[in-house]
C-alpha cells in the first residue's frame, strides 16, 4: 500500500546511472574526508604538534568523516505528517 507498493527510485534507473551516482557518492564522501583530514594536518602543524602525531589526527579525522557521511545515509528522511 502507499510507498511500499511502489519500486524504489533506483531500481527505475538503468544499472550504468546507479553505478555511477554511488561511485560520484562515494567520490564525494572520501573529498570531503580528505578535505577533514588536510585541514586537521594544517591546524596541528601549525600548533607545532609532532609531525607523526599530526599525521594520525588527520588521518583519523578522514576516516570519521568518511564513516559519518556514509552512517548519516543509512538515516530515515524526515515523513512530513502535514499531508
Given at each position: 500500500?502507499?510507498?511500499?507498493?511502489?519500486?524504489?527510485?533506483?531500481?527505475?534507473?538503468?544499472?550504468?546511472?546507479?553505478?555511477?551516482?554511488?561511485?560520484?557518492?562515494?567520490?564525494?564522501?572520501?573529498?570531503?574526508?580528505?578535505?577533514a583530514?588536510?585541514?586537521?594536518?594544517?591546524?596541528?602543524?601549525?600548533?607545532?604538534?609532532?609531525?607523526t602525531?599530526?599525521?594520525?589526527?588527520?588521518?583519523?579525522?578522514?576516516?570519521?568523516v568518511?564513516?559519518?557521511?556514509?552512517l548519516?545515509?543509512?538515516?530515515?528522511?524526515h515523513?512530513?505528517?502535514?499531508?
Open positions: 500500500m502507499g510507498r511500499h507498493a511502489t519500486p524504489a527510485p533506483d531500481a527505475a534507473r538503468p544499472p550504468r546511472a546507479r553505478f555511477a551516482s554511488r561511485v560520484v557518492t562515494w567520490l564525494e564522501r572520501v573529498a570531503l574526508g580528505a578535505a583530514g588536510a585541514v586537521t594536518y594544517g591546524v596541528l602543524h601549525w600548533a607545532g604538534l609532532d609531525p602525531t599530526t599525521l594520525w589526527c588527520a588521518g583519523i579525522a578522514a576516516v570519521v568518511v564513516v559519518a557521511t556514509w548519516a545515509s543509512t538515516v530515515p528522511g515523513h512530513d505528517t502535514s499531508v
